[in-house]
């Protein structure tokens, strides 16, 4: 019998916190985060505004801030980045991980043409490749994402915001990296145009093979596009599993707030009882003792205030909750 072969990570996080430092104070930003992505994978990564997505995005680039202190594990194909000097982190950006920005017309350059920024990232990480071949594999990238080749030497505020976005998508495929983020690739869209940008998403994942992690506080989002969710709070992931299951049979009180806020088309009586999240995140730099969530939590009892839950199996999924005795440390 042939012992069957693991299939290595591309990307594999482990035990990941990131602190940052401002007026002599410090605080966590993300806390002890581990996940994992193979070739061809798909995790959404979901939760309120300032629970981490966006830091974790930006540690896997290499491009936090000065003020930041990382510590843990970030291996790309088994390589581990940490500690990798600034010209390794160079060559990774964009050959090997590419990120799709929020607010594109804040991470497009308004005074160059949209053909030129992406030949310029063509360029950089392919110094062998002519510059009449790069603008050819551009007008490629263009159309690929659905922008008529005609229309590189447009300059971004002559792009709809659409538009933008999906040069944005274009500029991150232009080195052909197996892994892509898209950090909240819909902000700011209206409601037609986000389902075109998340099929595109989802269409070129699956025609050209690619590992994606979206970063999303929109649950609907993650249930078009991928395959595995993550739910993050105030720093650490609080449960994981397949979209399916999470979305559909959520375990945490917070991931079932989350669903709960959302709408079920179709059903009058679901819509009729969306209901937000009493409370607020707590403060980075004053967090509860604890599970962070147990001030707004409904379900909280006696060692929510004061022992941090682990994230362990509850059948399907991993939850991070002391109503499962696998998150009991």
Known sequence: MT??????????????????TLRGETAAAVEGVSLSLAPGDSLGLAGESGCGKSTLALACLGILPSNATITGSIRFRG????GAK??????LRWSGISMVFQGAMNALNPVQRIGDQVTEAILLHDSDRSASDASAKTVELLEAVGISGRRADGYPHEFSGGMRQRAMI???????????????PTTALDVMIQAQILELLASLRDRLGLALLLITHDLSVIAQVTERVAI?????IVEEGSAADVLQHPAHPYSQALTAAF??????????SIGGIPGDPPDPFS?????SFHPRCPARFE???HVVPVLGAHGDVRVACHLYPGSRP
């Open 86 to 91: 600034p010209g390794r982190w160079r060559s």
């Open 303 to 305: 060692p929510c205030d």
């Open 232 to 236: 993050m709070y105030a720093g650490r």
């Open 287 to 291: 967090r509860p003792a604890g599970c």
């Open 170 to 184: 274009a500029m991150a495929l232009a080195c052909d990296p197996p892994l892509v983020i898209a950090d909240e």
């Open 263 to 272: 709408p079920h088309v179709g059903d009058p009586e679901a819509r009729a």
């Open 79 to 82: 390589e581990e980045m940490l």
């Open 3 to 20: 012992t069957p072969v693991a299939t290595e990570m591309l990307l594999d996080v482990r035990d990941l916190t990131i602190s940052y």
